[in-house]
């Protein structure tokens, strides 16, 4: 690596013409040799001994502006390592030294196949040595496996079977025993499941992790006791909805006995926790490091150097692809400018290249459980659609992540099994507003009889990355559109979105307000919602049937005659009603409950937020993710069966830590929830 550092600085010192190893009048190449090797080999001591002081040091600074120095910082050790050559005649100016240093740290790292897919000696050398280096530092691991548990968020069942048989995902493809693979046995199987009527990560993974997602009815809601709005990605509703999990069930969660938590809503109850929402705003101490993943990660100054140029060129490229479907005039379409190209760049590279890293050390620390969540695809989704080449890009870097994965498990010192699964698919559909000319918001006004404004207030989109890098940014992490304690006329609709689900309250009304008390205040309001064509049906309360379903044309169906009448639910699949009654029952449904239409023809759905790959409601690919799990382990369900809502979900999860015949979750077996 040394030689290699050497010949790249006499490269760029016979390029750049404001760099150089030697006076002027100095013609000895002997000379300039030593010069460079001295000058290299000063470099990358500072590299590995100030290095790592200085990134624990900026930890105190958001995670996005530490990668913006890394250039600069690294810049400066060139400097004083030319410093440090005796000849004193080595110079560079400082944004000659920034460019410099940055690629003698990607030719490192390149060199070295850090975090490369690759299958040559070179990276198989350095896996190696990683797992050499921990197995030095720390006991024998146990011979009992350990599990992986790595979550695609927003990747659907069928969108991965497509993406298989596009050859996109070839490791997927040879677990699979297809694509390449083909002829071989399979060593995984891939189970679709079907997730609650609130198909978003807050309610599926605060499920799996946690074995409750009670009374979590979107991926935000106005909660009238307290008189709040509740968001499962800001970090203080996270943590509270973490916590009433843990009420409610008596246990910590999925990963309490010897678990790791790395880039997800919620602990699991994992002593080792890194770019965990939930914890984003305590106090750091030893059991709370929320942003401990980044030091692991940017210690190492290759690592910085190649995310930081991976950053620029996603930031270059989500420009790219968002002017092209401008000049194409490609519809459905929204806005994709702004800073909305950075947080793309957050979500593939970074909060990536972090997380996988995280992910290796604890197999190399030999950790009985892990779950970790990758959200590129779900970012990119969200705004370019549920297909198309930009998220073909974004899936095979996944495969990639998963490959490399499966590389780190063959040199930990504990066999792995490595589970794959998604919280939720996504539909496409373009926006409501697209379609109609006006929100969810300015429909609920006209029909309550209030003035609509002509220009109104686009509903922010609720991608998960978005509140990583408000996390990561140390801001507010209250949304553009939304205030934690509402200000407005209280008598007043609060009309809040999640994907296609829209949830209407009324915060003057203490209590969840049936159809009777809607019908004699807004008269209008429930006709006007559910004959509209972007809707599909309302769920409300009612005094004389307990709960109801409205549709078109006057349909008005009682919970409990749901299955012999499904009306409007019909077109939603088996399921729908049984997940509408469920959410039904939870203390903080909104007033009104409002799912938008859906085709089946073309899976597509009306989104209340901008976005054109939607989650949230009910309707298509978005209530259909997938579980794709080693042939070692016990089937998900018996054949025949359906496995339904991450609760279920969750008690699989722990079956299958329970048969690797190690230390596990202490509880019981099928913890029973406790009463509300």
């Known amino acids: ?89 080595s ?13 003698m740290s990607a030719v490192a790292s390149a060199t070295g196949g850090a975090l490369a897919v690759r299958d040559d000696d070179a990276y198989r050398r350095r896996l190696y040595r990683l797992a050499d280096r921990r197995r030095r530092a720390l006991p024998p691991g146990p011979s009992s496996p350990g599990t992986v548990f790595m979550q695609l968020d927003g990747v659907g069942h069928d969108l991965l079977l497509a993406a298989v ?6 490791t997927v493809a040879r677990w699979l025993g297809e694509g390449a693979g083909a002829g071989r046995r399979p060593t995984h199987r891939l189970t679709a499941w079907r997730t609650d009527w609130s198909s978003q990560t807050g309610a599926s993974q605060l499920g799996i992790l946690h074995g409750s997602n009670h009374d979590v ?52 109850g994992a002593d080792e926790q890194a770019l965990v929402l939930s914890i984003a705003t305590k106090r750091r101490d030893r059991r709370n490091r929320s942003r401990a993943g980044y030091f692991a990660y940017f210690s190492d100054p290759a690592n910085a150097v190649r995310t930081a140029l991976s950053f620029i060129a996603e930031v270059g490229r989500e420009i790219g692809q968002a002017t092209r479907a401008r000049a194409r005039k490609a519809r459905p379409r929204v806005s994709r400018g702004g800073l909305y190209p950075f947080v793309r760049a957050f979500a593939t590279v970074v909060e990536r290249d972090v997380v996988v890293a995280a992910v290796m ?44 994965i499966e590389k780190a498990a063959e040199h930990a010192p504990r066999p792995y099994r490595l589970v794959v699964l998604s919280d939720h698919g996504q539909s496409p559909g373009e926006t409501f507003r697209a379609r109609y000319g006006l929100g969810l918001g300015d429909l609920v006004r006209a029909g309550c009889g209030l003035p609509v404004p002509r220009r109104a207030r686009r509903t922010h989109s609720g991608a998960e990355a978005r509140a990583a890098v408000r996390a990561a940014l140390r801001r507010p992490v209250e949304e553009g559109g939304e205030q934690h304690r509402p200000s407005r006329r209280r008598s007043e609709p609060i009309v809040l979105a999640s994907g296609n689900l829209g949830l209407v309250s009324f915060p003057d009304v203490p209590h969840r307000m049936t159809k009777e008390e809607i019908d004699a205040r807004h008269p209008a309001l429930l006709t006007t919602l559910a004959n509209h064509p972007g809707i599909g049906f309302l769920l409300v309360r009612s005094e004389r049937h307990g709960g109801v379903v409205l549709g078109a044309y006057g349909a008005e169906i009682p919970l409990d005659r749901l299955d012999d009448d499904p009306g409007p639910l019909e077109v939603f699949g088996p399921g729908a009603a049984d997940a509408v009654r469920r959410t039904h029952s939870f203390p903080s449904t909104a007033d009104i409950m409002v799912n938008s239409a859906y085709d089946p023809a073309d899976g597509e759905v009306l989104a209340f937020e901008e976005q054109i790959g939607s989650h949230g409601g009910l309707g298509g690919a978005q ?42 979750v202490p509880v019981e077996a099928e913890p029973q929830e406790r009463a509300a």
């Open 1 to 89: 690596m040394w030689a290699v550092s050497t010949v790249t600085m006499l490269v760029l010192a016979g390029i750049l013409p404001d760099f150089q190893l030697q006076s002027a009048d100095d013609e000895s190449t002997t000379r300039l040799a030593m010069t460079a090797a001295l000058g290299a080999g000063a470099f990358g001591l500072l590299s590995a001994l100030v290095w790592p002081l200085l990134v624990r040091l900026l930890l105190l600074v958001p995670a996005l502006v530490l990668g913006l120095l890394v250039f600069f910082l690294n810049g400066s050790l060139l400097i004083v390592a030319l410093r440090l050559v005796p000849s004193g005649d």
């Open 91 to 103: 110079e560079a100016a400082p944004e000659t030294a920034v460019i410099v240093a940055a690629v």
């Open 623 to 664: 209530g259909r993710p997938f579980l794709l799990s080693p042939v070692a382990l016990s089937a998900p369900v018996d054949d025949g069966q359906d496995l339904v809502g991450a609760e279920q979900v969750h008690r699989v999860l722990r079956r299958w830590l329970r048969e690797a015949n190690g230390p596990q």
């Open 361 to 404: 050390g604890d197999m190399f620390a030999g950790r009985t459980a892990v779950y970790a969540d990758l959200v590129a695809y779900d970012e990119v989704a969200h705004h370019s659609g549920p297909f198309g080449r930009d998220v073909e890009k974004v899936l095979e870097r996944l495969d990639r992540a998963l490959a490399l």
């Open 217 to 268: 009815p979107a991926f935000r809601w106005y909660e009238k006791a307290a008189r709040e709005v509740m968001v499962c990605n800001r970090p203080t509703s996270a943590a509270e909805l973490q916590r009433r999990a843990i009420d409610r069930t008596g246990d910590g969660g999925l990963l309490t006995a010897d678990g790791a938590s790395r880039g997800n809503l919620f602990s699991g």
């Open 165 to 170: 048989g596009k050859g996109l995902m070839p």
